[in-house]
């Protein structure tokens, strides 16, 4: 089965520092990659499809990128609302969601 | 706009069923494939069924195959859950949620409902 490893688990960074979060396949998954953004209390919310769009509405600090196995979620400029858990999905046949990294502001 | 509403949810026995159900309305639900996703208290998202546009696949995740039944009613709007045998690790919130194109099966998700929550406790 394949497997989806996310890194790190949390972190804590500045308003207005570059994160980066990444996202492991055990298997290669091709593009088949979403990122979503929980909110404290809310409802998941996509950010990014095919392992670099950004859905509508989503802002543009917000970019994907990587293929195959390797993929990456950054935030260019960190915004206090960006305070959430994300979790990367691989979508094709049984879908798997990463276990989350929970990004903090320090 | 897109709404998903789930309802069902509360306190249930193990062993015990329970159903859910979803009533979705702002697009033409007969188009879409449905999900069902979970969420452990404190934990991360698991993905649980898929149905396909038309009911004829469907899809459980192996942590709740053969007690698990996803079903969908095109006429009425609703898609549905029944969950048989349930076990306190089944106890999570359960959202229903919609991909981005129609008449695909495995695809992200870009609309939620708000969720029903499950407590499965003796």
């Known amino acids: 089965d394949i497997q989806m490893t996310q890194s790190p688990s949390s972190l804590s960074a500045s308003v207005g520092d570059r994160v980066t979060i990444t996202c492991r396949a055990s298997?290669?998954?091709?593009?088949?990659l979403a990122w979503y953004q929980q909110k404290p209390g809310k409802v998941p919310k996509l950010l990014i499809y095919?392992?670099?769009n950004l859905q509508s509405g989503v802002p543009s600090r917000f970019s994907g990128s990587g293929s195959g196995t390797d993929f990456t979620l950054t935030i260019s400029s960190l915004q206090p609302e960006d305070v959430a858990t994300y979790y990367c999905?691989?979508?094709?046949?049984?879908?798997?969601f990463g276990q989350g990294t929970r990004l903090e502001i320090k | 706009q897109v709404q998903l509403v789930e309802s069902g949810g509360g306190v249930v026995q193990p062993g015990r069923s329970l159903r859910l159900s979803c009533a979705a309305s702002g697009f033409t639900f007969s188009s879409y494939s449905m999900f069902w996703v979970r969420q452990g208290p404190g934990k991360g998202l698991e993905w649980v069924s898929l149905i396909s546009y038309d009911g004829s696949n469907k899809y459980y995740a192996d942590s709740v195959k053969g007690r698990f039944t996803i079903s969908r009613d095109n006429s009425k709007n609703t898609l549905s859950l029944q969950m048989n045998s349930l076990r306190t690790e089944d106890t999570a919130v359960y959202y229903c949620?919609?991909?981005?194109?129609?008449?695909?099966?495995?695809?992200?998700?870009?609309?939620w409902g708000q969720g029903t929550l499950v407590t499965v406790s003796s």
């Open positions: 298997q290669g998954i091709s593009y088949y």
């Open positions: 949620a919609s991909p981005a194109v129609g008449f695909l099966d495995w695809l992200y998700l870009d609309h």
């Open positions: 999905q691989k979508y094709n046949i049984a879908p798997l």
């Open positions: 095919a392992a670099s």
